[in-house]
Protein backbone atom coordinates (compact mmCIF):
# COMPACT_ATOMS: atom_id res chain seq x y z
CA UNK A 1 0.00 0.00 0.00
CA UNK A 2 0.61 3.79 -0.38
CA UNK A 3 1.25 6.53 1.53
CA UNK A 4 1.26 10.12 0.38
CA UNK A 5 1.03 12.80 3.09
CA UNK A 6 0.27 15.32 0.55
CA UNK A 7 -3.15 13.77 -1.40
CA UNK A 8 -4.08 12.88 2.19
CA UNK A 9 -3.63 9.49 0.88
CA UNK A 10 -2.94 6.67 4.18
CA UNK A 11 -2.67 2.94 3.40
CA UNK A 12 -3.57 3.74 -0.63
CA UNK A 13 -4.03 0.05 -2.10
CA UNK A 14 -2.39 -1.20 -4.99
CA UNK A 15 -3.67 -3.13 -7.87
CA UNK A 16 -3.24 -5.50 -8.24
CA UNK A 17 -2.74 -6.03 -4.25
CA UNK A 18 0.11 -8.91 -5.44
CA UNK A 19 2.70 -8.46 -7.30
CA UNK A 20 5.00 -11.53 -8.72
CA UNK A 21 8.70 -10.65 -9.29
CA UNK A 22 9.49 -8.45 -12.31
CA UNK A 23 5.30 -7.18 -11.84
CA UNK A 24 4.06 -3.89 -11.62
CA UNK A 25 0.94 -2.42 -10.07
CA UNK A 26 -0.83 0.64 -9.82
CA UNK A 27 -2.60 3.34 -7.26
CA UNK A 28 -4.23 6.72 -8.37
CA UNK A 29 -4.76 9.47 -5.63
CA UNK A 30 -5.80 13.08 -7.10
CA UNK A 31 -4.81 16.31 -5.27
CA UNK A 32 -6.42 20.01 -5.98
CA UNK A 33 -3.91 22.60 -6.88
CA UNK A 34 -4.13 25.39 -3.84
CA UNK A 35 -2.96 29.30 -4.55
CA UNK A 36 0.73 28.62 -2.94
CA UNK A 37 1.34 25.97 -5.52
CA UNK A 38 0.04 27.98 -8.17
CA UNK A 39 2.21 31.15 -6.75
CA UNK A 40 5.16 28.82 -6.64
CA UNK A 41 4.84 27.81 -10.29
CA UNK A 42 5.15 23.83 -9.50
CA UNK A 43 4.20 21.21 -6.90
CA UNK A 44 6.73 18.57 -5.37
CA UNK A 45 6.07 15.34 -4.08
CA UNK A 46 6.80 12.14 -2.27
CA UNK A 47 5.31 8.80 -1.87
CA UNK A 48 5.92 5.92 0.57
CA UNK A 49 5.07 2.74 -0.79
CA UNK A 50 5.44 -0.49 1.44
CA UNK A 51 4.61 -4.45 1.24
CA UNK A 52 4.96 -7.79 2.77
CA UNK A 53 7.47 -10.39 1.79
CA UNK A 54 6.46 -14.05 1.54
CA UNK A 55 8.81 -14.72 4.72
CA UNK A 56 7.00 -12.18 6.61
CA UNK A 57 9.20 -9.36 6.19
CA UNK A 58 8.23 -5.55 5.08
CA UNK A 59 9.96 -3.87 2.26
CA UNK A 60 9.39 -0.14 1.54
CA UNK A 61 10.33 2.90 -1.01
CA UNK A 62 10.38 5.86 -0.66
CA UNK A 63 9.03 7.62 -4.56
CA UNK A 64 11.45 8.66 -7.42
CA UNK A 65 11.06 9.82 -11.16
CA UNK A 66 12.91 6.05 -11.73
CA UNK A 67 13.75 2.76 -10.05
CA UNK A 68 17.15 3.74 -9.49
CA UNK A 69 16.60 7.05 -7.19
CA UNK A 70 14.31 8.63 -4.73
CA UNK A 71 13.94 12.01 -6.16
CA UNK A 72 10.50 14.28 -5.14
CA UNK A 73 8.43 14.10 -8.25
CA UNK A 74 8.10 17.67 -9.37
CA UNK A 75 5.03 18.83 -11.82
CA UNK A 76 5.01 22.42 -13.29
CA UNK A 77 2.61 24.61 -13.37
CA UNK A 78 1.21 27.11 -15.89
CA UNK A 79 1.86 30.77 -14.04
CA UNK A 80 -0.17 33.37 -15.55
CA UNK A 81 0.82 36.85 -14.16
CA UNK A 82 -1.88 39.73 -15.16
CA UNK A 83 -3.30 42.98 -13.86
CA UNK A 84 -6.03 45.43 -15.14
CA UNK A 85 -5.69 49.22 -14.73
CA UNK A 86 -9.66 51.10 -15.43
CA UNK A 87 -10.29 54.43 -14.34
CA UNK A 88 -13.31 56.47 -14.68
CA UNK A 89 -14.01 59.83 -14.03
CA UNK A 90 -16.93 61.95 -12.62
CA UNK A 91 -16.41 65.63 -13.15
CA UNK A 92 -17.94 68.19 -10.41
CA UNK A 93 -20.98 70.46 -11.38
CA UNK A 94 -18.75 73.70 -11.46
CA UNK A 95 -16.57 71.94 -14.04
CA UNK A 96 -13.85 73.31 -11.59
CA UNK A 97 -12.73 69.38 -10.81
CA UNK A 98 -12.33 65.73 -11.53
CA UNK A 99 -13.06 62.62 -9.41
CA UNK A 100 -10.62 59.78 -10.80
CA UNK A 101 -11.84 56.20 -9.58
CA UNK A 102 -9.08 53.80 -10.01
CA UNK A 103 -10.09 50.06 -9.89
CA UNK A 104 -7.22 47.29 -9.72
CA UNK A 105 -8.00 43.96 -10.63
CA UNK A 106 -5.84 40.68 -10.83
CA UNK A 107 -6.27 38.89 -13.73
CA UNK A 108 -3.90 36.19 -13.49
CA UNK A 109 -3.86 32.81 -11.68
CA UNK A 110 -0.88 33.91 -8.97
CA UNK A 111 -0.97 35.99 -6.32
CA UNK A 112 0.45 39.86 -6.83
CA UNK A 113 2.34 41.98 -4.36
CA UNK A 114 3.21 45.89 -4.29
CA UNK A 115 0.45 47.16 -6.46
CA UNK A 116 1.28 50.68 -7.31
CA UNK A 117 -0.19 53.45 -9.29
CA UNK A 118 1.40 56.01 -11.54
CA UNK A 119 -0.53 58.91 -13.14
CA UNK A 120 1.46 62.15 -14.27
CA UNK A 121 -0.90 64.22 -15.02
CA UNK A 122 -2.32 63.86 -11.51
CA UNK A 123 1.56 64.09 -10.38
CA UNK A 124 1.34 60.55 -8.93
CA UNK A 125 4.55 58.19 -9.52
CA UNK A 126 4.92 54.75 -7.87
CA UNK A 127 2.20 55.59 -4.92
CA UNK A 128 1.33 52.01 -3.23
CA UNK A 129 -1.86 50.94 -3.39
CA UNK A 130 -1.95 47.47 -1.75
CA UNK A 131 0.66 44.77 -0.63
CA UNK A 132 -1.07 41.36 -1.68
CA UNK A 133 -3.82 41.16 -4.39
CA UNK A 134 -4.77 37.71 -4.82
CA UNK A 135 -6.27 35.91 -8.15
CA UNK A 136 -9.83 37.56 -9.48
CA UNK A 137 -9.59 40.37 -6.47
CA UNK A 138 -10.22 43.92 -6.83
CA UNK A 139 -9.17 46.98 -5.18
CA UNK A 140 -9.83 50.66 -5.93
CA UNK A 141 -8.61 54.39 -4.74
CA UNK A 142 -10.02 57.97 -5.68
CA UNK A 143 -8.22 60.61 -6.53
CA UNK A 144 -9.23 64.35 -6.70
CA UNK A 145 -7.63 66.84 -9.64
CA UNK A 146 -8.11 70.22 -9.99
CA UNK A 147 -8.91 71.36 -13.81
CA UNK A 148 -5.72 73.56 -14.76
CA UNK A 149 -6.67 76.81 -17.00
CA UNK A 150 -5.78 75.10 -19.69
CA UNK A 151 -8.04 72.25 -19.06
CA UNK A 152 -10.90 74.33 -18.65
CA UNK A 153 -10.17 76.37 -22.13
CA UNK A 154 -9.86 72.92 -23.61
CA UNK A 155 -12.95 71.78 -21.64
CA UNK A 156 -12.21 68.67 -21.40
CA UNK A 157 -9.29 66.13 -19.40
CA UNK A 158 -7.27 63.44 -21.00
CA UNK A 159 -5.76 61.52 -19.17
CA UNK A 160 -3.96 57.59 -18.99
CA UNK A 161 -2.29 55.72 -15.84
CA UNK A 162 -0.66 52.65 -15.26
CA UNK A 163 -0.30 50.11 -12.80
CA UNK A 164 2.55 48.13 -11.64
CA UNK A 165 2.89 45.14 -9.55
CA UNK A 166 5.55 41.78 -8.86
CA UNK A 167 4.37 38.50 -8.87
CA UNK A 168 4.72 35.78 -7.13
CA UNK A 169 8.03 34.36 -7.91
CA UNK A 170 9.16 38.15 -9.37
CA UNK A 171 8.23 39.06 -12.42
CA UNK A 172 6.70 42.03 -12.92
CA UNK A 173 3.56 42.98 -14.41
CA UNK A 174 2.04 46.09 -15.75
CA UNK A 175 -1.25 47.69 -17.47
CA UNK A 176 -1.96 51.05 -18.93
CA UNK A 177 -5.81 52.32 -18.23
CA UNK A 178 -8.73 51.77 -20.14
CA UNK A 179 -12.00 52.49 -19.75
CA UNK A 180 -12.40 48.65 -19.51
CA UNK A 181 -10.42 45.93 -18.92
CA UNK A 182 -10.35 45.54 -22.28
CA UNK A 183 -8.82 48.13 -23.55
CA UNK A 184 -6.31 50.76 -22.91
CA UNK A 185 -8.49 53.59 -24.19
CA UNK A 186 -7.66 56.84 -22.57
CA UNK A 187 -10.42 58.62 -19.70
CA UNK A 188 -11.75 61.52 -21.42
CA UNK A 189 -14.05 63.90 -19.72
CA UNK A 190 -15.52 66.78 -20.53
CA UNK A 191 -15.69 69.66 -18.02
CA UNK A 192 -18.91 71.28 -18.71
CA UNK A 193 -21.57 71.55 -21.36
CA UNK A 194 -22.40 74.13 -23.47
CA UNK A 195 -19.20 76.28 -25.64
CA UNK A 196 -15.95 76.94 -24.66
CA UNK A 197 -14.53 80.04 -23.35
CA UNK A 198 -12.56 81.20 -26.06
CA UNK A 199 -10.32 84.36 -24.34
CA UNK A 200 -8.53 86.10 -26.93
CA UNK A 201 -4.97 87.20 -26.19
CA UNK A 202 -4.60 90.44 -28.35
CA UNK A 203 -6.91 93.13 -29.49
CA UNK A 204 -6.74 95.69 -31.66
CA UNK A 205 -9.09 98.66 -30.35
CA UNK A 206 -8.22 101.09 -33.27
CA UNK A 207 -11.75 101.77 -34.77
CA UNK A 208 -11.14 99.74 -38.47
CA UNK A 209 -13.95 97.48 -36.82
CA UNK A 210 -11.54 94.54 -36.28
CA UNK A 211 -11.15 93.22 -33.07
CA UNK A 212 -12.05 96.07 -31.67
CA UNK A 213 -13.49 94.99 -28.94
CA UNK A 214 -12.01 92.39 -25.71
CA UNK A 215 -14.10 89.80 -27.36
CA UNK A 216 -15.00 86.30 -25.11
CA UNK A 217 -16.78 83.92 -27.03
CA UNK A 218 -19.09 81.53 -25.39
CA UNK A 219 -19.38 84.35 -22.69
CA UNK A 220 -23.52 84.64 -23.27
CA UNK A 221 -23.79 80.53 -21.93
CA UNK A 222 -22.98 81.74 -18.38
CA UNK A 223 -25.71 83.47 -16.52
CA UNK A 224 -23.15 85.65 -14.36
CA UNK A 225 -19.94 87.15 -14.75
CA UNK A 226 -17.57 89.58 -13.38
CA UNK A 227 -14.03 90.62 -15.43
CA UNK A 228 -11.51 92.83 -13.77
CA UNK A 229 -8.39 93.93 -15.94
CA UNK A 230 -5.53 95.08 -14.00
CA UNK A 231 -1.56 96.83 -15.24
CA UNK A 232 1.30 95.13 -15.13
CA UNK A 233 1.42 96.64 -11.25
CA UNK A 234 -1.48 95.41 -10.43
CA UNK A 235 -3.57 98.20 -10.37
CA UNK A 236 -7.34 97.87 -11.43
CA UNK A 237 -7.79 99.49 -14.99
CA UNK A 238 -11.43 98.17 -15.85
CA UNK A 239 -13.84 96.67 -13.56
CA UNK A 240 -17.20 95.13 -14.89
CA UNK A 241 -20.02 93.21 -13.62
CA UNK A 242 -22.02 91.00 -16.17
CA UNK A 243 -19.48 92.20 -18.88
CA UNK A 244 -20.97 92.67 -22.36
CA UNK A 245 -17.96 92.02 -24.59
CA UNK A 246 -17.60 95.69 -25.30
CA UNK A 247 -14.54 96.80 -23.60
CA UNK A 248 -12.47 98.94 -25.87
CA UNK A 249 -9.44 99.75 -23.90
CA UNK A 250 -10.28 103.43 -23.36
CA UNK A 251 -7.58 105.47 -22.08
CA UNK A 252 -5.23 103.15 -21.77
CA UNK A 253 -1.62 102.89 -23.84
CA UNK A 254 -0.51 99.56 -25.05
CA UNK A 255 0.95 96.84 -23.45
CA UNK A 256 -0.08 93.76 -22.24
CA UNK A 257 -2.48 93.78 -19.55
CA UNK A 258 -3.65 91.18 -17.24
CA UNK A 259 -7.46 89.68 -16.43
CA UNK A 260 -9.46 87.83 -14.03
CA UNK A 261 -12.74 86.86 -15.08
CA UNK A 262 -15.22 84.54 -13.23
CA UNK A 263 -18.76 83.00 -14.14
CA UNK A 264 -21.31 81.14 -13.63
CA UNK A 265 -23.67 78.59 -15.42
CA UNK A 266 -26.47 79.10 -12.89
CA UNK A 267 -27.76 80.07 -9.43
CA UNK A 268 -26.72 76.86 -7.67
CA UNK A 269 -23.54 75.98 -9.14
CA UNK A 270 -20.01 77.84 -8.00
CA UNK A 271 -18.01 80.40 -9.69
CA UNK A 272 -15.32 79.51 -12.54
CA UNK A 273 -12.47 81.49 -12.40
CA UNK A 274 -10.10 81.64 -15.51
CA UNK A 275 -6.59 84.03 -15.51
CA UNK A 276 -4.80 85.44 -18.13
CA UNK A 277 -2.96 87.93 -20.09
CA UNK A 278 -4.31 89.92 -23.00
CA UNK A 279 -2.31 92.28 -25.08
CA UNK A 280 -3.76 95.88 -26.65
CA UNK A 281 -2.25 96.89 -29.67
CA UNK A 282 -3.41 100.03 -31.76
CA UNK A 283 -1.75 99.36 -35.01
CA UNK A 284 -2.36 95.85 -36.62
CA UNK A 285 -1.30 93.75 -39.96
CA UNK A 286 -3.95 92.04 -39.45
Keep these: NINDA ?3 STALALSPA ?3 PGASGTATASYIIKQSDLDAGAVSNTATVTGTAPDGGTVSDVSGTAQTNDMPTFTQISSIPSITL ?3 AVVSPDGNSVSYNFVFTNTGNITLHNVSLTDTKLGISGRAI ?5 PGQSTSVK ?4 ATPADKTANLVTNTARAD ?3 AGGATVSDVSGTAQDNDNPTVIVLFDGEVLNIP ?3 TPNGDGR ?3 FEIRGLDQYLQNNLIIVNRWGNEVYKQTDYKNDWLGEGLNEGTYYYVLRVKKNTTSNWLTYKGYITLLRTSNQ
Excluded: M, P, Q, S
Design 86 to 88: VKT
Design 18 to 20: VLA
Design 130 to 134: TATLA
Design 165 to 167: AVA
Design 201 to 203: TLF
Design 6 to 8: LTG
Design 211 to 213: NDR
Design 143 to 146: VLYT
